[in-house]
């Protein structure tokens, strides 16, 4: 059974820094495409970050320079670095995985999904 469990969401304050993870379970990291989508309070969720399964990158342009995308495949994780965090950040954070290396915009071509962790940012 997979399961991912998004973790490291918390209160902070505008220009501060977090990094949130998502541990895998019944479920390898490595050649997967994996994403960041947050839901910020009356929209809809929307995709942050992706890395395929060959290590490249895309960011929405909302984040792009501040927000960092990684894995580490030996302890089945993947990160999210936010820097220089602004009120307009706060949402649910959930992390999504995919059975191959090809990534997608769309949500509705992960079947994988953690069950969502909350950042706060607070001017």
């Known amino acids: 059974q997979v399961q991912l469990v998004d973790s490291g969401g918390v209160s902070v304050q505008a220009g501060g820094s977090l990094r949130l993870s998502c541990l895998a379970a019944?479920?390898?990291?490595?050649?997967?495409?994996m994403s960041w989508f947050r839901r910020a309070p009356g929209k809809e969720r929307e995709r942050v970050a992706l890395?395929?399964?060959?290590?490249?990158?895309t960011y929405a342009d909302s984040v792009k320079g501040r927000f960092s995308i990684s894995k580490v495949n030996a302890v089945n994780t993947l990160y999210l670095q936010m820097n220089s965090l602004k009120p307009e950040d706060t949402a649910m954070y959930y992390c999504?995985?995919?059975?191959?290396?090809?990534?997608?915009?769309?949500?509705?071509?992960?079947?994988?999904w953690g069950q969502g962790t909350q950042v706060t940012v607070s001017s």
């Open positions: 999504a995985g995919r059975n191959d290396e090809t990534c997608y915009m769309s949500e509705s071509f992960y079947p994988y």
């Open positions: 019944g479920y390898t990291l490595t050649n997967r495409c």
């Open positions: 890395i395929n399964g060959y290590g490249g990158t």
